[in-house]
């Protein structure tokens, strides 16, 4: 028997538990042994619920009893997480994660711990919930050298984009919807200014080049100024706008961003909607490989939490590689990268196309029958430096949405 414990018991750390119940059988012959939940901690009590009889209040009590060998760690947040973490890891015992914030600041300094004590740092569930994405870089395609991954990493974003391109509603009106249903915070931030998807493509984009990417430094821009007559360019074009994280390598050049994108209906993940994630890799050899399925809430995440926990049942005292080295990966300026954007401008065509044709060259014009006083173009492909140069010499810019067909 294997004693495990659980660090949190919010919405991810009762899934844990509930999978580990549900499926319990399945789960202790895949593991080889039968796994027992052991301690669960939050600074909470459960009175009435049955797991009130593992709780504890203090970390120290996990850390120091020898009987447990795997810990859950699905707090959330990089403090006291990290310090749990790394103390657990140091004391020789594997830790599974849903936490990204943690796995995106400290993920290769974990690993290492790990390493040094042939045990597991394990974190399927901290990019994409329940979709596997981690084990296959890692494992699956190891034959081919990734050069691309692109992903709609966020299902808040990605339900607020879908209702106001199906309902022609505006950004705040959609988020107080998704607020009420409970798959927005009180405070969104971390969602719609992009931060979310930012950490998990810097984790993406670790494991897929072999060296630290440092979340910091991608440039990040969220949804908070896609409006709903953006959505009526997008539909009278067949297109659609989503949440991108993207890293690409570019012969010996590495870029990584995350920003809304305009895609066509041929592109594979235009047909991602409502909070479902999709993510797209590249490998040079095997071309196209697409992971979809449920980006976040309680039993997805927690399923991947506790696939992870098996894992490291089944590698006690062996470390599972990971190719996630401490040297960091220098990320070329994104404004050296190339892409085309769709451009709305006040005033007819009439009167600024030879503007805009001047500042931007050959542009493909169109326009929506009720927007009288406004058109949009889409550039050729062109730098974001240039771009940015060429915009100046436009006077009514109102927005700008990189482009991929």
């Not at 850390?63 to 006291?80: C, K, R, S, T, W």
């Not at 050049?253 to 041929?266: E, G, N, Q």
């Not at 009439?350 to 029958?369: D, H, M, W």
Request: charged residues 25%; proline residues 3%.
């Amino acid at each position: 028997m294997v004693k495990v414990a659980v660090l949190g018991y919010g919405t991810v750390g009762s899934g844990v538990v509930e999978v580990l119940h549900t499926n319990g059988e399945s789960i202790n012959k895949k593991a080889g042994e039968e796994i027992e939940v052991k301690y669960v901690l939050d600074l909470r009590d459960f009175p009435g619920d049955p797991i009130q009889e593992k709780i504890v209040h203090e970390f120290d009590i996990i850390l120091n009893d020898p009987e447990i060998q795997v810990i859950a760690e699905v707090m959330g947040g990089v403090n006291p997480a990290y310090q749990y973490v790394k103390a657990a890891l140091e004391a020789g015992k594997s830790v599974c994660t849903s936490n990204k914030e943690l796995v995106a600041k400290h993920g290769p300094e974990l690993l290492n711990i790990a390493r040094e004590h042939n045990h597991n740092f394990l974190f399927e569930a901290s990019v994409g919930g329940g979709i596997p994405i981690i084990r296959p870089l890692n494992q699956s395609l190891t034959a081919d050298e990734i050069c691309e991954i692109t992903g709609i990493l966020n299902g808040t974003t990605n339900y607020i984009l879908t209702k106001m391109n199906k309902e022609g509603l505006g950004f705040d009106e959609v988020l107080k919807q998704a607020q009420d249903l409970g798959y927005a915070e009180r405070n969104p931030e971390a969602d719609v200014e992009g931060y979310d998807a930012c950490r998990k493509i810097a984790i993406l984009a670790s494991l897929a080049f072999g060296n630290h990417v440092d979340f910091q430094e991608i440039y990040t821009e969220g949804i908070t100024k896609i409006s709903a007559d953006d959505f009526k360019y997008a539909n009278k074009m067949g297109n659609s706008i989503k949440l991108f994280g993207k890293t690409k390598k570019v012969e010996d050049k590495f870029y990584a961003m995350v920003a809304p994108v305009m895609i066509s209906d041929t592109h594979p993940l235009y047909a991602v909607n409502d909070v479902f994630n999709g993510i797209l890799v590249k490998g040079n050899v095997l071309g196209d490989v697409m992971f979809y399925g449920s980006g976040a809430g309680k039993l997805p995440t927690a399923s991947a939490v506790v696939s992870d926990m098996i894992d490291a049942v089944k590698h006690k005292n062996t470390t599972v590689v990971q190719q996630w080295s401490s040297k960091k990966l220098e990320l070329t300026d994104i404004m050296l990268s190339q892409k085309a954007f769709f451009v709305r401008v006040q005033g007819t065509v009439e009167e600024k196309l030879s503007q805009v044709e001047k500042a931007f060259g050959n542009v493909q014009v169109i326009k929506v029958e009720d927007l009288k006083q406004e058109f949009g173009f889409i550039t050729q492909v062109m730098s974001e430096e240039n771009f940015e140069r060429a915009q100046a010499c436009v006077e009514g810019i109102i927005t700008r949405i990189r482009v991929e067909m």
